[in-house]
């Protein structure tokens, strides 16, 4: 079975520019989260999804993120206008159950990289 | 003061040892524990669920404190294959689906 999958896993940006990172979570996982590691810093929550709906968007830092789910399957992160302290590694995870109930299964990030 | 709290370490151990990790949370009604490992540039991993009455997979033993509001995790008899970094990670009481991470603890384990 195929596990969470990221696309790109490394995007080189200026500031400014947007970017929108994808995620394919597994199959017939309902929840689909969006977290985020800085440098030097703990992975931090961004956005829970359940199917296509937002369950928690409270770890979003700006309205320059926006992240959708449209039919309940893959998930998109766009950041518009990108920023030099957006650089990180921006994890997707999903999970059948919530994710306090089980694991999470997380994907192998995607680095971006703001110059 | 951060949520979840850990000594990122790097503890260098050899083969053969035995290291233990320890973690402390701030919210007390948090209700959910785990310990993730993430190998350099991979992505976090579940290693084990932490239970209240401590919980044991193989060569690792997980325990949980409330009242002290305490994680630990023992590894025994090191191997190399368990260098990684550590993470603690815990549910907020609303179960909303969001975890809260530690920075992760680092362990090197020499030959």
């Known amino acids: 079975e195929a596990g969470v999958t990221q696309f790109p896993s490394h995007s080189v940006i200026e500031k400014g520019q947007t970017v929108t990172l994808r995620c394919d979570p597994i199959?017939?996982?309902?929840?689909l989260y969006w977290y985020r590691r800085v440098m030097g810093k703990e992975i931090k929550f961004l956005l829970h999804?359940?199917?296509?709906?937002?369950?928690?968007e409270s770890g979003m830092p700006n309205n320059r993120f926006l992240a959708e789910r449209t039919g309940g399957t893959y998930s998109t992160l766009k950041v518009q206008p990108a920023e030099l302290e957006d650089s990180g590694v921006y994890f997707c995870?999903?999970?059948?159950?919530?994710?306090?109930?089980?694991?999470?299964?997380f994907g192998e990030g995607s680095r971006l990289t703001v110059l | 003061r951060k949520e979840v709290e850990q000594d990122p370490g790097p503890f260098n151990v050899p083969e053969g040892a035995t290291v233990a990790f320890n973690c402390t949370y701030s919210?007390?009604?948090?209700?959910?524990f785990f310990w993730y490992r993430q190998d350099c540039r991979k992505e976090p991993k579940l290693l084990m669920s932490?239970?209240?009455s401590g919980n044991e997979d193989g060569r690792f033993t997980a325990q949980l404190n409330r009242a002290s509001q305490y994680i630990s995790l023992l590894i025994r008899d090191s191997k190399l294959s368990d260098s990684a970094t550590y993470l603690c990670?815990?549910?907020?009481?609303?179960?909303?689906?969001?975890?809260?991470f530690g920075q992760g603890t680092t362990l090197q384990v020499k030959p």
């Open positions: 199959s017939g996982h309902d929840n």
């Open positions: 999804f359940v199917k296509e709906s937002k369950q928690d």
């Open positions: 919210n007390s009604a948090s209700q959910s």
């Open positions: 995870a999903s999970s059948h159950f919530l994710a306090g109930d089980g694991e999470l299964f």
């Open positions: 932490v239970y209240s």
């Open positions: 990670v815990v549910n907020l009481p609303s179960n909303t689906g969001k975890l809260i």
